[in-house]
């Protein structure tokens, strides 16, 4: 994957205070003094317990979250899953079971919906995208929990889609938003996941039977092999706030967001179609590259990023933030999470933005 654009960083940044909460038990603040994303919460005083004080509080993080797009709360005493699901529990409800899988990750324990973040080797980096924003059913709140900082680097670099949507070129954001967005995925080829990992079944009516729901065109091919089509929106109307929202996978699974040595293999091998991954428009025509490239450009110079804490829990707004992965030595350990479902058919908007 393509490393992102190094941004600000925390270190010599002088936050920025914000009114309208109980000073007595958390301290708002500003992470960078430009940009608005992340908010940064912190215990005023020691012994503030987070999912209790969340679960009474819930209503003011959703509405700072709205505005912010994204939350760091810092300081806190989260130290194990257990702790991070409680959390989850109480500001948003509970965590996903995490479905329609695209990247590998390891279930922590069979009892949570709290997962490992992306299995990637740690000299790559993870291109910024939206999570699961590819899925017909994709989490409106994105959590991410710090248990083991990265010797070096390993940061979590986050996005406003606010500012990026107002960067995208008029006649990119048309194109797409006229022909939509074609998702090909190829399963069972000896790279990539399984169908039986994504779908987490080996039965392949239950597969017919979702993608059916879903409207995902199946297509099995020789030796267990299954490749799947979907037509999905560039944008979407936001559940709370009602705006327009660059909401999409085109840019992360295409082709050309693979890394070069990565991308000349694989087509050495394959056609287009036949990729692991790749991204078209709707009616199946090939997207212009100088598209992808202004997109990849736009994506990364929106990027900023912060060093991990221990116990940090990092809360997204996943249809407001973008978020991606450094390169990282040493080891490195951030759990994720998912919750609050949504259907992208109810939020895709027409032609007419």
């Not at 949570?112 to 993870?126: C, F, H, R, W």
């Not at 797409?176 to 967005?181: A, C, D, Q, V, W």
């Not at 399963?187 to 392949?204: I, K």
């Not at 490239?293 to 736009?298: R, Y």
Request: hydrophobic residues 35%; neutral net charge; charged residues 20%.
């Amino acid at each position: 994957m393509n490393i992102t654009t190094s941004r600000p960083k925390i270190g010599g940044v002088r936050r920025q205070t914000l009114s309208g909460t109980s000073p007595e038990l958390v301290r708002w603040s500003r992470m960078f003094e430009s940009g608005e994303l992340p908010a940064l919460c912190e215990p005023e005083v020691a012994g503030v317990r987070f999912p209790e004080w969340a679960a009474q509080h819930q209503e003011e993080i959703h509405r700072r979250l709205l505005a912010h797009g994204a939350i760091l709360f810092r300081g806190f005493a989260v130290t194990s899953a257990e702790d991070f699901n409680r959390c989850i529990d109480g500001v948003s409800g509970g965590a996903l079971e995490y479905k329609f899988r695209a990247s590998p990750r390891t279930q922590i324990q069979k009892d949570l919906n709290v997962y490992t973040s992306t299995d990637y080797p740690a000299q790559e980096s993870i291109f910024p995208h939206n999570e699961h924003s590819y899925s017909p059913i994709f989490p409106l709140h994105l959590f991410l929990y710090c248990d083991t900082p990265a010797l070096t680097g390993g940061e979590t670099p986050i996005g406003s889609t606010r500012l990026l949507l107002s960067r995208i070129r008029a006649d990119v954001r048309e194109a797409f938003e006229r022909k939509k967005i074609m998702y090909v995925r190829n399963y069972g080829e000896g790279f990539g996941l399984p169908w039986q990992t994504v779908f987490q079944t080996t039965d392949r009516s239950t597969v017919e039977s979702y993608c059916r729901g879903v409207g995902i065109q199946v297509e099995w091919k020789g030796g267990d092999r299954l490749r799947t089509r979907q037509v999905g929106p560039a944008l979407m109307r936001h559940p709370k706030t009602g705006e327009a929202v660059w909401f999409n996978h085109g840019t992360f699974f295409h082709e050309l967001t693979l890394p070069a040595v990565v991308r000349s293999q694989l087509r050495s091998e394959f056609a287009s179609e036949e990729l692991p991954q790749n991204t078209f428009y709707g009616d199946g025509s090939p997207i212009e590259p100088e598209f992808v490239e202004h997109l990849q450009a736009e994506y990364q110079g929106v990027m900023v990023q912060f060093p991990w804490r221990k116990g940090d829990v990092l809360m997204l707004d996943n249809m407001l933030a973008l978020h991606g992965r450094g390169p990282f030595s040493g080891p490195r350990r951030v759990m994720v999470a998912m919750a609050q479902a949504c259907s992208s058919a109810e939020l895709a908007m027409g032609e007419a933005a």
